[in-house]
């Protein structure tokens, strides 16, 4: 069984901004899996189904992000998976371009507080984390503001598109392996080449 745990801010406020991006992808392999998120428990919203062949529970943090740890610990020990493997968490990223997806086995939090909160709560930083871009943030914003606002409309697709993208790789995960999406997901976001 895996646990998909996509990072957000639970108010309908924060709909549609940078930092609800984990949200997002949740929503996105619900939709496609036919999984519905009703379920209140661990702190959390979430959804049981099966994604790509595999049993996995889907996880909306109610938290707030800087508290996420509290929810996905609670999830770990109820359904006694391994975190090491079968915890798969998606989260915003400012230092990747938006629209960009990087998939990683283990490693820092990068400054993001909810993944260093999960880092706290798990002790540890060996689980799956599919890391969503959403771009820099501008000169002299405040990058609480920056991560806190809403997308400009031509961002939005973008950012859709993404999450429809990132909830392939997850599936790429479940079924062949990190190192398989990591391999097929994680160059560089490309424009579209222009043909003659």
Known sequence: MYIIVGLGNPDRKYLNTRHNIGFDVIDA???????VLGEKKHKAVIGKGIVAGQKAVLVKPLTYMNLSGESVRSVID??????KSELIVISDDINLDMGQI???KRGSDGGHNGLKNIILHLGHDE?????????????????????LCHYFEEEREIM????RTAALAIEMILVKGPDAAMNEYNARRHPPQETT
């Open 29 to 35: 392999i619900a939709e496609k899996n036919d999984i």
């Open 102 to 104: 990087r998939i990683r």
């Open 127 to 147: 689980f799956i984390r599919v890391r969503m871009g959403v771009g820099e943030k501008p000169p002299k914003m405040d990058l609480a503001d920056y991560v």
């Open 78 to 83: 109820f359904y006694k998976v391994d975190e």
């Open 160 to 163: 859709n598109e993404s999450a």
